[in-house]
């Protein structure tokens, strides 16, 4: 199901290095529309193509200001209910509101460690790009060992 932004919630990220919804949406779906000529709405983000949205949810859960909603599934939510998820350093809740009003809130934990403490660059030596072409680029700087065949499990 595709996203929609909320107009009344969006500030187009105002005054932040990047776009939330934008940077991170993985089809490049999510647009800017800087002086409303697109949408009627200026600086406000929206989707350009709702129906080419793979309902990653990615765009929803960068959002700082929780202004992009998705049209669940009626398996996973009733008819005329909305889900908004909350993104926070250890946790993600996702809120589930009724068309009764009635809310469910489910809270998860997404981390053991604090947020951008991971180097996964730290200790490898930097990539020789004269090298690119060759087979074995993303390997290390040795040829890696392919094992033996004999060590391999057979049925």
Not at 32 to 51: F, I, M, V
Not at 73 to 84: E, S
Not at 85 to 111: H, K, S
Request: aromatic share 10%.
């Amino acid at each position: 199901m595709p996203t929609f932004v909320r107009t009344e919630t969006c500030d187009g990220c105002d005054g932040r290095e990047r776009i939330a919804c934008v940077s991170i949406c993985p089809h490049d779906l999510m647009a800017l529309d800087l002086d409303g000529s697109a949408t009627g709405w200026a600086k406000k983000a929206w989707n350009r193509e709702p129906s080419q949205c793979w309902a990653c949810y990615a765009c929803v859960k960068a959002c700082p200001q929780q202004a992009i909603e998705f049209r669940a599934a009626a398996d996973a939510v009733p008819l005329g209910a909305r889900v908004q998820p909350e993104l926070g350093d250890a946790f993600i809740a996702w809120t589930i509101e009724f068309r009764n009003g009635d809310q469910n809130r489910f809270e998860y934990p997404v981390r053991t460690r604090p947020a951008d403490s991971i180097e996964p660059y730290a200790g490898k030596a930097a990539a020789k790009l004269d090298r690119i072409g060759q087979p074995g680029f993303f390997d290390q700087d040795e040829p890696t060992n392919p094992g033996d065949p004999a060590e391999l499990i057979h049925i």
